[in-house]
């Protein structure tokens, strides 16, 4: 694979460093839909919203990454990890700052399950007949949050059906 078709990526939460390394694709949903980042994408500062994240390594299996949500930056012109600091070796890097966020292998999906369920369970109590779920608003927090809540809980358990499925 051609080194101007990979970009650094970094995964970082307040707990941890998930991933720092090469990538060719990042694929990741963000407030304004799902969006795929290859090398020199335009420079960019976005939300990262509930969901999975997809890199795609040269040489590795894909990675999988459920996220709650945070940030996304992506700058050109930077050195690249190992590259000289004369600037020669400078290129993309994608950073997601997330606030939380779990590997696919790690995620415990009968436990993901059980905080779905209850999620769900919450939401339907809150919204009865009165609301159809998915539209809380800022005067429901308690609704908000058992929402936000089962998009985490369902984000956990797709890292990794996706993972499972791909291979």
Known sequence: MAEDSLFQINLVT????????????????????????????????????????????????????AVHGGFVQVEQGVVLEGGDTDGQTTGSRVTLLLGVAEL?????????????????????ELTGAGRPAGEADESDPALAAAEADAAWAQARIDAVDATATSG
């Open 104 to 124: 696919a292998d790690e995620v415990d999906v009968e436990a993901a399950r059980a905080d779905l369920e209850a999620a769900e369970s919450k939401v339907a």
């Open 14 to 65: 307040p707990e941890r460093i998930l991933l720092t390394g090469m990538a060719s694709e990042a694929v990741l949903r963000t407030a304004e839909g799902d969006v795929t980042f290859l090398a020199n994408h335009t420079p960019l500062v976005g939300s990262v919203e509930a969901g999975v994240v997809r890199v795609i390594r040269p040489d590795e299996d894909d990675l999988r990454v």
